[in-house]
């Protein structure tokens, strides 16, 4: 059932892989995406066990389930929260709050480029266009929270109770042309937002991916 179905090239010539496991072209779609910042590995694996998951199991869900597992190749060589660019991918989104410099804790002042100026941002946002997606998923670390953009709050509920992650309204610092804002605020798309906690270890690794598990399953409406 699963497929890989598109291959994008990023500006240094690395493959930004779209997989699909598909239920038929009436249903909705929905989209899982993680690794936006190459410094937090922990979504990427979540996202790929999810896929061997998929790949292994006979599921069944009302939706078209599109997986996105790592936007950032190039960040992710370098082990750097931006692109090879040196952007900051979840600022680079052409929203009302576009600020070309944003402040962030994990690394204090990062280039936001230009509205909309990386390949990276112009993939998702073609994909959102393309694919109207129902509930969109993403995953970052490491503050361990559970945080929505747009009308998810009760979804955001669920999940958090599900995973055991507290969950807040407001991340508690400025996100400027995040895809949050972009998605979830300004397209009014129900975006849920995790943080895991920072992984070390494989068994680390291991243990973030058994935790979330069953919120991500409830999610998709997989069964
Ligand atoms: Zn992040």
Redesign the pocket.
Known sequence: MLKKINTWKDLFGNDIDLWCCPVRKSADNILLVA???G??PE?EFCLRKMLEELQNTTVSSPYNIYILPCLNPSGKKLFT?ANGREIDL?RNYPTENFTAISVNP?TKEMSSGEPASEIETQIMMKLVQDYNFKRILSI??DLHLIDYDGPAKELAKHFSKLCGYRLVDNIGYQTNGSFGTWVGVERKTPLITV?TWHGETAQDMMKIWQELKPAVWNFCELK
């Open positions: 690794r936006f910042h410094d937090e979504g929260r979840n994990h970052h670390s943080e």
